[in-house]
């Protein structure tokens, strides 16, 4: 038994490692100059850490204006998201109706599909006809696309998990399927509510394939923007690893802040 707690314990800590060792050297290398990214032997700490890539990748590259689209986009449609999915699961699990189970089976096989062959289509859409090239709301609106049916499948697993009885109890007190749902369902379920919406603000934060050519200057999200540090001249390493860091913090905020609803979050519905 000593001797499997031990190789449990070495094996934890070797994925820690290969876990965490990428975002110690991203850390480190945004305090780097140039000389000692390139030094040989590599520096395992910098040996004269400085803020001034911080300062330059906020300011001299826009790192700040594009953070903040990215957070604008995320939070929006984080939000609209997961409103939206927790009224579409609850009516899927509680209504009967024509087409349910082939609404939901349309709705999850959205996320199925590759996201790169909706690209010609969606620059068409987006682009072309609503001429909102270069705007945050087209990055919204298709964002919601592709997080509304994962985000459905999380919270309508969570819906299925809850006793049929108490909405038979709601609806002898006189409350209707709005009050059941806000007041009954979503206070029980409401670590899936947080995992729903740390998942959808993640992709958004996240994507880069439809915001590499909705977005162009004024839109530009966090990921396109480490983008335009690679130039002809050369690759600003040092800024951007220093974007890397900061585009890491809001969802490392958001998820420490909800991380107590997680765990049961993830779980419920479960078997």
């Known amino acids: 038994m000593k001797t499997i707690t031990i190789v449990n314990i070495l094996v934890i800590i070797a994925i820690a490692l290969l876990t965490l060792f990428p975002l110690y050297w991203l850390i480190i290398t945004s305090f780097k100059s140039y000389i000692e990214i390139y030094a040989n032997p590599p520096y395992l700490y910098p040996p004269h850490p400085t803020l001034e890539y911080y300062i330059d990748a906020l300011y001299k590259f826009q790192g700040l204006k594009y953070l903040i689209n990215s957070s604008i986009v995320a939070t929006t449609n984080a939000a609209i998201a997961t409103i939206i999915s927790l009224l579409a699961a609850y009516a899927i699990s509680r209504f009967d109706f024509k087409g ?83 007041r009954i369902h979503a206070p029980i379920i409401k670590g899936t509510i947080a995992v729903a919406y740390l998942l959808t603000f993640l992709n958004a934060f996240n994507e880069y394939l439809f915001a590499s050519f909705i977005t162009s200057t004024e839109a530009r999200t966090i990921t396109t923007a480490l983008q335009g540090m690679v130039t002809v001249a050369g690759v600003y390493w040092s800024q951007m690893a220093a974007l890397g860091v900061l585009s890491a913090l809001p969802g490392i905020i958001i998820a420490v802040i909800a991380r107590r609803y997680l765990v049961t979050g993830l779980t419920m519905g479960m078997v």
């Not at 609404?103 to 609503?130: D, K, Q």
């Not at 709301?137 to 299925?160: G, K, R, T």
């Open 100 to 182: 349910k189970d082939n609404l939901f089976f349309t709705f999850v096989s959205m996320r199925m599909a590759p996201p790169a062959i909706f690209a010609v289509a969606y620059y068409y859409i987006f682009c072309s006809t609503l001429g909102l090239r270069d705007n945050l709301i087209a990055l919204i609106i298709l964002y919601n696309v592709f997080n509304i049916p994962i985000a459905i499948w999380l919270l309508l697993s969570a819906i299925d998990a809850i006793p049929r009885d108490l909405d038979a109890v709601a609806q002898l007190e006189g409350l209707g399927p709005f009050k059941i749902l806000f």
